[in-house]
């Protein structure tokens, strides 16, 4: 897919600061927050543009961090904040600006071959990590990380339990970076990944097991306690599970009970 001119300008930007910087996303956050304020401010309507100008943004960093060797989930981090940052300087940003943003991280990755996976952990990790600066609260934010993961999954034809397993991930790491609750951002962002999931007809019980692997991981990263996460995310995810239906419920039950990772898993008993 070609680059729109967002994503080449950005593209082009960074091909030349990024090779060899000692602070990579912070690059790609101020290269791409100059040049999305300069095009948010030319749209009317920046609730319904700011979708497309994050695709093409996403797609230009990726393109270019693929071209110089950085890491495709520092490339769309960095691009997601630098996204966030530049709505915020023109208009309030919501949780739909998240959703919408996450959203095309992971379609502006898959439209130039990148990882998906990859590019949704950078995502959530940079959404959330944004909520304290734009006066979003972290359950709104979590919300549309989620809501965001599950639509780009689903319009990229990506598998959402891989999906689910980063942007749980990065959610924690983000949450971690700005001081919040990490055990709290597990148990919304699995709320959130499983109900969508129900509601996209995916196999929940995959996804549930998938997200909690990503809770361990995450916990992990930032040195809070595995099995804590892990169980707060389980926990989550069946009660997500039984407002869909109760077979639903008794699978995710049975698809996180035991160890998961090496983490013993603590369900508690209805």
Do not use: F
Not at 191 to 212: F, K, M, T, W
Not at 238 to 253: F, N, Y
Request: no cysteine; charged share 20%; glycine share 16%.
């Amino acid at each position: 897919m070609a680059l729109g001119r967002i994503g080449i300008e950005i593209g082009e930007a960074l091909s030349g600061v990024i090779r060899g910087a000692g602070d990579v996303v912070g690059t790609v956050i101020e290269v791409t927050r100059k040049t999305m304020v300069v095009a948010i401010r030319g749209v009317k309507d920046v609730g319904a543009e700011v979708g497309g100008l994050a695709h093409d943004a996403v797609a230009g960093a990726v393109h270019a961090a693929g071209e110089v060797g950085t890491g495709v989930a520092y490339a769309v981090k960095g691009t997601v904040i630098g996204v966030i940052k530049a709505v915020g300087e023109v208009t309030a940003v919501t949780a739909g600006v998240l959703s919408d943003t996450v959203q095309a991280a992971i379609k502006g990755t898959a439209s130039i071959g990148g990882d998906v996976s990859k590019a949704a952990r950078g995502a959530a990790e940079g959404a959330v990590s944004s909520t304290k600066d734009v006066g979003v609260s972290l359950e709104e934010g979590v919300r549309g990380v989620a809501e965001g993961a599950v639509k780009g999954a689903h319009e990229t034809g990506s598998d959402l339990a891989a999906i689910a397993k980063n942007t749980i991930w990065g959610a924690i790491v983000g949450a971690s970076e700005i001081g919040a609750d990490v055990m709290m951002t597990a148990k919304l962002t699995a709320y959130g990944l499983v109900s969508g999931a129900g509601e996209a007809g995916d196999d929940v019980a995959a996804v549930a097991r998938s997200l909690v692997e990503g809770a361990i991981g995450g916990a992990k990263e930032v040195g809070a306690s595995a099995e804590e996460a892990a169980s707060a995310a389980a926990n989550s995810s069946v009660e997500a599970a039984q407002k869909i239906s109760a077979d639903i419920a008794k699978a995710v039950i049975k698809a996180i009970s035991g160890t998961i990772s090496g983490v013993a898993i603590n369900l508690k008993k209805k």
